[in-house]
């Protein structure tokens, strides 16, 4: 219903423009948005204020020229009023509302679906945890986010991969297999050296028993055998970041590796663009790549003294790479703790001759864990950090993906293990599928009754007069916009939001029936039963569909 409003608007502003009443200007950004109190209508737009200035002329002045002159040839308008010192408020006619909610019937399982991407080619890259160890929760809050975002970016028309950049290049992964060995000679020598930044935990230990057991490290220079280590302990912990995600239902379609990108000479080629373009100069005998041209506040080593190059380089090599696959749009999904680093990527992008805006950064803050009103900190597992598979075996899927989109990525989320365990409507996800299971108890009770539905609703749905009624179709025909608005804002809490208001106004509505029997679904009139069948039937399809693109389950009982 946003988007009709949005076109009829501007094909009005277009036809002022053309007729002189107003002077063609570009357009400036507007927004337009439902106000908080229903009695000033079902939409209200700010295009008036936003024009005043190119205008020169006062917002309310403007906002009476587009209310005489609107282009309304869909008879979508039933009411336009000005209101303060130039909002313009618009009541929508009651037969839009029926229309979009025998769209909504119709369409079913696409309902929402729409082709904004274009088949824009993207990349979304995240979780890349390091594979040192399991998965912590704030890789699990990435894994929910990236998720999420590729099925509403797949769901909006765009082209999306899924991809997973394994660090298994660098200092940690050398550290890791120093770790395992230690623990290994430790069995039989517990004087044995650890390593000073080593990995703690039983996983470190469990790994260095697996791989004794497979392979006599003891027969092996100690090289040799650290060597080994660093190689196994670094595939069996990635398998076992596969696995979680795989249960967590967080598929990739690429796990790119770091070595790679050294085997294949991307880094050095890397450097070859960047000098080309004149952005690389020596100083120190190091190889600098001018970003502070670019907003960063100082140059970037990209290879050292010695030869080796930086991870900022390869970085860069990694970047190209993604550009050189044809990717039009690229989301990386990092930690808060990178916050710094955003800058000086865009910077070294822009030294590269990328365009403004190709990748886009979404930082995610840590995760709390909470159960008795005590912070949990320490996991037995992983040693100074609670593992994603533990909290998965004690709550399940469905909740930990709710609760880690409960809120917008860039605060703090607190995790309360007792909350989400409750059976009422306290716990939100439980809340959410609830209304979508007692929605299917209704269907039941009503083909018990006899109770049928025709192939359309004609004729039906203008049963459909409560306050409560309209209110929920309203906020079911906002569900298209919201998911192209979660494109471009990279939000996807919104959508949790969304459903815990539908599920809200469902339940509020269903309520009513146990005051009231005239109120109830299913009445003594068979045709206003059919019309609020159609109604909740909708609701039923609007929650799945969201729940869906969460990544959650929409049980039928509970």
């Not at 587009?66 to 313009?88: M, Q, R, S, T, Y």
């Amino acid at each position: 219903m946003k988007s009709k409003l949005k076109a009829l608007l501007e094909n009005t502003i277009d036809d002022c423009f053309q007729q002189g009443i107003l002077s063609k200007t570009p357009l400036p950004n507007y927004v337009i948005e439902v106000p908080n109190n229903p009695a000033h209508g079902d939409f209200a737009t700010n295009l008036p204020m936003t024009l005043a200035s190119s205008q020169k002329r006062s917002p309310r002045e403007i906002a009476f020229v587009i209310v005489d002159h609107l282009k309304d040839d869909g008879n979508l308008i039933e009411n336009a009023e000005i209101a303060g010192p130039g909002f313009i408020n618009f009541r929508i006619k009651a037969q839009e509302w029926y229309r979009a909610l025998s769209e909504i019937v119709r369409l079913k399982e696409i309902y929402g679906r729409n082709d904004t991407g274009n088949h824009q080619k993207m990349m979304i890259e995240f979780v890349s945890a390091n594979p040192t160890g399991p998965l912590h929760l704030g890789h699990g809050r990435g894994a929910a986010l990236g998720d999420t975002l590729s099925r509403i970016f797949s769901f909006c028309g765009y082209d999306v991969a899924r991809e997973f950049y394994i660090n298994d290049a660098g200092q940690q992964i050398k550290l890791l297999g120093e770790s395992i060995f230690s623990r290994f000679k430790q069995m039989s020598d517990p004087e044995h050296p650890f390593p000073q930044k080593g990995y703690h935990g039983d996983y470190i230990l469990d790994l260095a028993k697996t791989i004794s057991e497979e392979i006599d490290l003891e027969a092996m220079p100690e090289e040799e055998a650290i060597h080994v280590c660093t190689q196994t302990g670094k595939q069996v912990m990635l398998d076992e970041i596969k696995q979680d995600l795989l249960r967590f239902r967080v598929p990739f379609d690429v796990w790119y590796r770091e070595s790679d990108l050294y085997s294949s000479g991307q880094l050095k080629d890397a450097l070859k663009i960047v000098k080309d373009r004149e952005q690389l100069y020596e100083k120190d005998g190091a190889l600098w790549i001018a970003t502070t041209k670019f907003g960063d506040d100082k140059d970037r080593v990209l290879q050292k003294q010695d030869g080796q190059f930086t991870y900022f380089a390869t970085d860069m090599a990694y970047h190209l790479d993604k550009k050189s696959r044809g990717f039009e749009h690229v989301i990386n999904i990092w930690g808060a703790d990178h916050h710094g680093y955003v800058p000086r990527m865009q910077a070294a992008l822009s030294a590269y001759g990328f365009p403004e805006g190709w990748l886009s950064v979404v930082l995610i803050q840590l995760v709390k864990l909470w159960r008795a009103g005590q912070e949990i900190k320490m996991s037995k597992r992983a040693g100074s950090y609670v593992t994603l598979q533990e909290l998965v075996d004690e709550v399940g899927v469905d909740p930990v993906r709710f609760i880690f989109l409960t809120k917008s990525n860039d605060s703090a989320l607190d995790f309360d293990i007792d909350l989400v365990k409750k059976q009422d409507s306290e716990n939100p996800v439980y809340y959410v599928q609830y209304a979508h299971a007692r929605i299917c108890s209704i269907f039941r009770k009503a083909a018990s009754e006899g109770i049928s539905l025709p192939d359309a609703p004609d004729g039906l749905l203008e049963r459909l007069v409560l306050d409560e009624e309209m209110a929920l179709i309203k906020r079911m025909a906002s569900f298209p916009s919201l998911l192209i608005d979660i494109c471009s804002s990279l939000e996807p809490h919104r959508l949790t939001y969304y459903l815990t208001d539908l599920a809200a106004l469902f339940h509020r509505y269903f309520n009513l029936g146990t005051k009231t029997p005239d109120y109830r679904v299913l009445t003594h009139d068979s045709a206003l039963s059919q019309a609020r069948l159609f109604l909740v039937g909708a609701v039923r399809i609007v929650i799945g569909n969201g729940l869906e693109l969460l990544g959650i389950s929409a049980p039928e009982k509970m």
